[in-house]
């Protein structure tokens, strides 16, 4: 081996990147593609998911409550874990400070 530092024998990023810059696509000519929309969620079919409890069947056994501390959201009852955490997402997206209309 050489004397030089192994930081010094490697070859610059530069060197090593596709001299066309497009070897992301299987060099390709063309722009890089879209990606497709997806939905962020659908609609839960269980009755009574994300409501705050008033709901009839609410609240029983395999429901989870959840509220984010800090979030002008109050506390709701969710049918599962799933739902439950798109729920604190959304929870955590409306501060109690801000106005209505701002992060939704």
Known sequence: MGTRPAAARRR??????PESG???NGSRP????????RPVTAHCPTEGCG??????????????????????????????????????????LRPAGAPVGVAE
């Not at 610059?12 to 990147?17: L, M, N």
């Not at 029983?60 to 997402?89: K, L, P, Q």
């Open 12 to 17: 610059p990023a530069a060197d090593r990147a």
């Open 22 to 24: 497009s070897g992301w």
């Open 30 to 37: 063309g722009p890089r593609p879209a990606v497709a929309a």
């Open 51 to 92: 409501q705050d409890g008033s709901a009839p069947g609410v609240g029983g056994v395999g429901w989870v409550y959840a509220r984010v501390v800090g979030s002008r959201e109050g506390g709701r009852w969710w049918c599962s874990g799933g739902c439950a955490a798109y729920g604190i997402a959304l929870a955590e």
